[in-house]
């Protein structure tokens, strides 16, 4: 995504954060470990091209005018008093008792594997945290993520905007959620290399994520010849900014595919080693698993769909055509029994359409019911059905994405990642104020 804040004042001090006035308990009984701070108060710069960037400070900052210090040069009835206001604590900021994170790299517009698995369930958490006390929503499109694998940078850019008008259009309220670019809260990367600090060399070598990246086998080691070739610190050290990315927010919850698992449970691995060391100070997430399965690949239906097989008829990306929508889904790789069943065993192709049929339903339907009420249409009139099931889905959708992607210019996207940016950076600030505080950085 472009870079997107323009800002007139070079030095601005950042709004304090209010205080929660209510807490509540919540069903998973995540308890919580926040204590009374002062805020983190800010500084700020401006660049054309990027947006603002906060760095942390002990001490509020105080603006000196004229007035004020002839008033202190001149006793009065009142000297006292204004000095006693003056060295009043200010509000101690503090985060809500639930925060639900999660996020997404920035590929261009998601597919529909992304949408069923992931977005749609981002979606009925935000609607559902809207209706609960001291809840926050944030989602993040994760741009330092991404260049762990060399991308061209207008590229990327590009695909930044795309990412984030498809999260509005599927559903996404930025009053509701904070959403926003990774690389717009520096929180994040600061406290990625404070837990690098705490981190297992040898636990992120038995980490999945670097070695399907390189296409190695299961028991790669990072100090093989091979791999030493191959490999990046950025790529290996991954999960270290993905636990950084959940703990530097206090997030509760975390939804994520199955996948991605291993890395939540590396994050609470994280935080324990730092209260271990320093108190407790980082909340231990929990998961939320989608209860979705995974969506499979049209044209090798044992496989996860995903961008990254060669096929693009292997996916369906959400603003495809009505007319692509229809091919994609007659290539799609079924089998040459008679008739429509449901058994993902032994049909695995047909039992995936049946899967996108029931989703873009809504669930309203079974996969069982579907294929019963299927069962004696012939595969090309299966599949027409299906088609044209996931088209009225995914119609609404295809066109806000389009109307959010050019909305006043593009001017309306860059403000709506600038505010999410500002709202995600005052919530980390109060983690990272209690970090470099127990570490003895402030």
């Given at each position: 995504?472009?870079?997107?804040?323009?800002?007139?004042?070079?030095?601005?001090?950042?709004?304090?954060?209010?205080?929660?006035?209510s807490?509540?308990?919540?069903?998973?009984?995540?308890?919580t470990?926040w204590?009374?701070?002062?805020?983190?108060?800010?500084?700020q710069?401006?660049?054309?091209?990027?947006?603002?960037f906060?760095?942390?400070?002990?001490?509020?900052?105080?603006?000196?005018?004229p007035?004020?210090?002839?008033?202190?040069?001149e006793?009065s009835?009142?000297?006292?008093?204004?000095?006693?206001?003056?060295?009043?604590?200010?509000?101690?900021?503090?985060?809500?008792?639930?925060?639900?994170?999660?996020?997404i790299?920035?590929?261009?517009?998601?597919?529909?594997g992304?949408?069923?698995?992931?977005?749609?369930?981002?979606?009925?958490?935000?609607?559902?945290?809207?209706?609960?006390?001291?809840?926050?929503?944030?989602?993040?499109?994760?741009?330092?993520?991404?260049?762990?694998?060399?991308?061209d940078?207008?590229?990327?850019?590009q695909?930044?905007?795309?990412?984030?008008?498809?999260?509005?259009?599927?559903?996404?309220?930025?009053?509701?959620?904070?959403?926003?670019?990774?690389?717009?809260?520096?929180?994040?990367?600061?406290?990625?290399w404070?837990?690098?600090?705490?981190?297992?060399?040898?636990?992120?070598?038995?980490?999945?994520?670097?070695?399907?990246?390189?296409?190695?086998?299961?028991?790669?080691?990072?100090i093989a010849?091979?791999?030493?070739?191959?490999?990046?610190?950025?790529?290996?050290?991954?999960?270290?900014?993905?636990?950084?990315?959940?703990?530097?927010?206090?997030?509760?919850?975390?939804?994520?595919?199955?996948?991605?698992?291993?890395?939540?449970?590396?994050?609470?691995?994280c935080a324990?080693?730092?209260?271990?060391?320093?108190?407790?100070?980082?909340?231990?997430?929990?998961?939320?698993?989608?209860?979705?399965?995974?969506?499979?690949?049209?044209?090798?239906?044992?496989?996860?769909?995903?961008?990254?097989?060669?096929?693009?008829?292997?996916?369906i990306?959400?603003?495809?055509?009505a007319?692509?929508?229809?091919?994609?889904?007659?290539?799609?790789?079924?089998?040459?029994?008679e008739?429509?069943?449901?058994d993902?065993?032994?049909?695995?192709?047909?039992?995936?359409?049946?899967?996108?049929?029931?989703?873009?339903?809504?669930?309203?339907?079974?996969?069982e019911?579907?294929?019963t009420?299927?069962?004696?249409?012939?595969?090309?009139a299966?599949?027409e059905?299906?088609?044209d099931?996931i088209?009225?889905h995914?119609?609404?959708?295809?066109?806000?994405y389009?109307?959010?992607?050019?909305?006043?210019?593009?001017?309306?996207?860059q403000?709506?990642?600038?505010?999410?940016a500002?709202?995600?950076?005052?919530?980390?600030?109060?983690?990272?104020?209690?970090?470099?505080?127990?570490?003895?950085?402030?």
């Open positions: 995504m472009r870079g997107v804040n323009i800002c007139s004042a070079s030095r601005l001090t950042a709004p304090k954060p209010q205080p929660v006035t807490s509540r308990s919540f069903s998973r009984n995540i308890s470990f204590h009374s701070q002062r805020p983190c108060p800010v500084k710069r401006s660049r054309s091209t990027t947006a603002r906060f760095q942390t400070s002990s001490s509020p900052r105080q603006t000196f005018s007035d004020c210090a002839s008033s202190a040069r006793p009835s009142t000297s006292s008093e204004s000095h006693n206001i003056s060295q009043s604590q200010p509000s101690t900021p503090k985060q809500p008792s639930k925060v639900i994170f999660s996020g790299q920035p590929t261009g517009v998601p597919h529909l992304n949408y069923l698995g992931a977005l749609r369930q981002w979606v009925k958490l935000q609607n559902e945290a809207a209706e609960e006390p001291d809840t926050a929503v944030l989602y993040s499109i994760v741009d330092l993520h991404a260049i762990t694998i060399r991308q940078p207008a590229q990327l850019r695909w930044k905007r795309e990412s984030l008008a498809t999260l509005l259009a599927v559903g996404l309220d930025p009053d509701k959620s904070m959403l926003f670019y990774q690389s717009n809260v520096s929180a994040h990367s600061e406290l990625m404070i837990l690098c600090c705490t981190a297992s060399m040898g636990y992120l070598s038995r980490m999945t994520q670097w070695k399907s990246k390189l296409n190695l086998p299961e028991d790669a080691s990072p010849e091979l791999t030493k070739s191959k490999l990046k610190a950025g790529l290996f050290s991954y999960p270290v900014l993905q636990a950084a990315d959940v703990l530097v927010h206090g997030a509760t919850h975390v939804p994520v595919g199955e996948d991605q698992a291993q890395h939540l449970e590396f994050s609470r691995t324990v080693n730092f209260n271990a060391a320093y108190g407790k100070v980082l909340r231990q997430p929990t998961t939320i698993i989608s209860p979705a399965r995974r969506v499979m690949s049209l044209r090798q239906p044992h496989l996860k769909m995903s961008k990254s097989h060669e096929d693009p008829r292997s996916r990306i959400l603003t495809d055509s007319n692509d929508i229809h091919a994609k889904i007659r290539a799609a790789v079924t089998d040459s029994i008739g429509v069943s449901y993902p065993s032994a049909r695995p192709g047909v039992s995936n359409l049946i899967e996108l049929m029931s989703h873009s339903l809504d669930g309203k339907h079974s996969c019911e579907l294929a009420d299927c069962e004696s249409l012939s595969m090309r299966f599949k059905r299906v088609a099931c088209i009225e995914l119609q609404p959708i295809r066109e806000k389009h109307d959010v992607l050019n909305a006043d210019g593009g001017r309306y996207l403000e709506t990642a600038l505010k999410g500002e709202r995600a950076r005052q919530n980390a600030a109060v983690t990272m104020t209690r970090v470099r505080e127990a570490v003895g950085l402030d």
